[in-house]
């Protein structure tokens, strides 16, 4: 098991360090007439709890000078533990698991490689916007499989589904008809 390190994170030293497990912990900090404290006090260390955003990935706020900006963890690994030469702009996660913020899980990556990778992974799909899902639906999967079975038991003609359906252009019908869209649908 390798051993746990710890460095300051750049811009806030001596507040805040990272570990290279994804950790981070708020050094002891001598905060100047806070509340009842006339001459401050010594915060004690402490590690503190991560959030998760609404993208998965892990979050905290830095704070410092009453001023606070979110940062994301894997970003604050790779800055402090992985050398970046070629100045590549993204951090990606190897193993797709966005909460897995280990140093020997990230890497320096371009926004394409990174893109590419979350496709080839299965973590980035459009599965969800299929048929009626997507935004530029113009029919529901009831309708397309309505138009299907009217045109191949020769119900109606194409002539005929166009003005049912004016919705569609005369393409999109072909299309539809073909099977070349909607193919999610028999």
Known sequence: MEKEIWKDIKGYEGYYQISNKGRLKVLGAYIKNLGNFANGYLKKVNIKE???DRNGYCITKLCRDGKCKPRKIHRLVA??????????PQVNHIDGNKENNSVENLEWISARDNIIHAWETGLKNNDHLKGSNSPHAKLTEEQVIEIRRLYDNKIRR???????????????????????TWKHIP
Request: with cysteine; hydrophobic share 40%.
């Open 158 to 180: 194409y002539s005929e589904l166009l003005k049912d359906y004016p919705m569609c252009s005369a393409d999109m019908l072909k299309n539809i008809i073909k099977r070349r």
């Open 50 to 52: 991560i959030a998760v």
């Open 79 to 88: 800055q402090a533990f992985l050398p970046n030469p070629e100045n590549l």
